[in-house]
């Protein structure tokens, strides 16, 4: 499981080109460098690898261009990865959680947070165990034939239009 991620955040106009080079090398750079460590014994043994994407790799948000734009493409790598791996015996997936209750979350403002919740069909961020879960699940023999997928864990966000909630 490659499970790497730093974000930035700063609009467009200000991000550094250090600052996106960092978070390329921590949410990107550091999948492909872990599978290759991992390869050998992979195409040995065969296996699965899970990444951990995010649902800022599928859309856009404020003030995130780095970190979208890195957890875009750890989507589309872990697509290219499962083509160029599966006659191979491995398969690749990958997660895509939404806002999960972790210390990366700690120093986002209590409104922010709230906005955020108010989104999510179910009211709440994700729990750890719960994204873990789909990871197991992913990396064990009950996906066996499960490859080149993006799966978001998301408590609905994707589903909605964006109206907002009618009582």
Do not use: C
């Not at 009211?123 to 799966?151: C, H, K």
């Amino acid at each position: 499981m490659n499970n790497a991620g730093i974000s930035r955040t700063a609009p467009l106009s200000e991000v550094t080109i250090a600052q996106w080079r960092e978070v390329m090398a921590a949410d990107v750079e550091s999948i492909v460098l872990v599978t290759q460590a991992a390869l050998p014994f992979l195409l040995e043994r065969g296996g699965s690898v899970v990444n951990v994407a995010s649902v800022a790799g599928l859309g856009g948000d404020y003030a995130m261009t780095a970190y979208n734009a890195a957890k875009g493409a750890v989507v589309n790598l872990t697509r290219s990865m499962a083509v160029e791996l599966a006659a191979q015996g491995v398969r690749v997936n990958a997660v895509a959680p939404s806002l999960t209750t972790t210390d990366a979350v700690a120093d986002i403002p209590a409104d922010d947070l709230a906005a955020f919740v108010s989104r999510i069909p179910m009211g709440r961020a994700a729990e750890p165990a719960e994204v873990a879960d789909v990871i197991a699940f992913l990396a064990g023999s009950d996906a066996r034939f499960v490859t080149g997928v993006v799966l978001p864990i998301d408590g609905g966000l994707r589903a909605s239009s964006g109206q907002p909630r009618h009582r």
